[in-house]
Every structure is written in structure tokens, then in C-alpha cells.
T-cell receptor, first 114, second 117 residues
Framework: NAGVTQTPKFRILKIGQSMTLQCAQDMNHNYMYWYRQDPGMGLKLIYYSVGAGITDKGEVPNGYNVSRSTTEDFPLRLELAAPSQTSVYFC?????????????FGDGTRLSIL | AQKITQTQPGMFVQEKEAVTLDCTYDTSDQSYGLFWYKQPSSGEMIFLIYQGSYDEQNATEGRYSLNFQKARKSANLVISASQLGDSAMYFCAMREGLIGSQGNLIFGKGTKLSVKP
């Protein structure tokens, strides 16, 4: 059972570089989310998607973009990386909202911007 | 306004004893869900337990139980018979709204639990 798969697990970027964090789930979940976790803090929502072709901003979307062309994949794009984007990024998915269905998380991507 | 408050940055508990991790929340919604996640040092987020706002009984999952006091807006996690493997960060999270909501979780800052042998 793969669940939610994130790649890469670790990455170091230089300021101004760009990259895409990959997220894929094999549970046929419509709802997918990107969170970031800064040291000593809880997770904050960057973007979310309620289905293929539909995305929307969360609490901290600046500096990021997403797309959702398929149910399975929800990549997160960083353009012009900045030191403030150094964080651990989690992708999550859930079957349904408004119920006891938990969000299933990937193992995270640890990103450092130097 | 902070919606999830975890007031204990760190907690210690002796192995085999019970421990309570505090969580208070703030919402104007009548329908919401409360979740607890465990994050070990390896970094993954592990779902532990769920409590719905309309659930009349406190949720239980094995050694985990949730002390839900709706009027006080608290949802404390109780871990019974602590084990060394319980040492981790614990996050309380809330999902507001019912079906049709975006379903994202709002997280507290977490409590670091250390179990002493």
C-alpha cells in the first residue's frame, strides 16, 4: 500500500532556483493538500485541491504554484526560491471532508534554500 | 485568532504511566472534527484518533482516548500505559464544516512527549 508518495525526500536549492515537489496518491482521493511545517511549529496550508482541475489557495500561498491534472498527482512548484521557503513540506489526501476520514500524509520533503 | 492551542511545549511521562496532552480550540461552526496526529523523530505524520463535534461519546483507539469537553472547547488526548515508542511530537488539529467544505486541517503548535524508562 503506497498511500501518499512524495519525492524528493531532501533537497538543497540556491536562492532564485526553482523546483517541483512531487506528490502522488493511489487511494483515489479527490481532496489533496500541501502543507509546510516550519521548525517548532504546526503545519500551515499552502494550497489545496478538491478534484482534478480545481485548486485554491490556503493560508500561505505566496511563492508557490500548484496544478492538478489528474486525481493521483498534485505537484507543488516553487519559483524563485527564497530562504523563507526553507521548511518541511507535506502532501496529504483524504477521501471525504466533513466526516471521520483522516488526512493521509506523505513522509515529507525537507527543503533547504541557501 | 489562534484556533488550536496546545499549551504544553514539552511533557515528560514515566513508562507505563498515563499522560494527558491538552488541546483547546476556537470555532464558531457547529460542525467540526478534531484530530490528533503523532510525529515521531523520523518525521512522518501518523493519524491517531478522531472526534466529531456531534459525537456524544469520547473517542477511543487502543491506548488512545480523547477527553472531549464541548462546552469548554477542549479535546485532550489521553495516552494510557505509555511506552518508549510514544516519544514524539503530538499535534491537535481541527477541520471546520461538513461535507462540501474544503476539509483542510488547522494545526496547533504541538507537544513534545518524552517517555522515561
Amino acid at each position: 500500500n503506497a498511500g501518499v508518495t512524495q519525492t524528493p525526500k531532501f533537497r538543497i536549492l540556491k536562492i532564485g532556483q526553482s523546483m517541483t515537489l512531487q506528490c502522488a496518491q493511489d487511494m483515489n482521493h479527490n481532496y489533496m493538500y500541501w502543507y509546510r511545517q516550519d521548525p517548532g511549529m504546526g503545519l500551515k496550508l499552502i494550497y489545496y485541491s478538491v478534484g482534478a482541475g480545481i485548486t485554491d489557495k490556503g493560508e500561505v500561498p505566496n511563492g508557490y504554484n500548484v496544478s492538478r491534472s489528474t486525481t493521483e498527482d498534485f505537484p507543488l512548484r516553487l519559483e524563485l526560491a527564497a530562504p523563507s521557503q526553507t521548511s518541511v513540506y507535506f502532501c496529504a489526501s483524504t477521501l471525504a471532508t466533513g466526516s471521520n476520514q483522516p488526512q493521509h500524509f506523505g513522509d515529507g520533503t525537507r527543503l533547504s534554500i541557501l | 485568532a489562534q484556533k488550536i492551542t496546545q499549551t504544553q511545549p514539552g511533557m515528560f511521562v514515566q513508562e507505563k504511566e498515563a499522560v494527558t496532552l491538552d488541546c483547546t480550540y476556537d470555532t464558531s461552526d457547529q460542525s467540526y472534527g478534531l484530530f490528533w496526529y503523532k510525529q515521531p523523530s523520523s518525521g512522518e505524520m501518523i493519524f491517531l484518533i478522531y472526534q466529531g463535534s456531534y459525537d456524544e461519546q469520547n473517542a477511543t483507539e487502543g491506548r488512545y482516548s480523547l477527553n472531549f469537553q464541548k462546552a469548554r472547547k477542549s479535546a485532550n488526548l489521553v495516552i494510557s500505559a505509555s511506552q518508549l515508542g510514544d516519544s514524539a511530537m503530538y499535534f491537535c488539529a481541527m477541520r471546520e464544516g461538513l461535507i462540501g467544505s474544503q476539509g483542510n486541517l488547522i494545526f496547533g503548535k504541538g507537544t513534545k512527549l518524552s517517555v522515561k524508562p
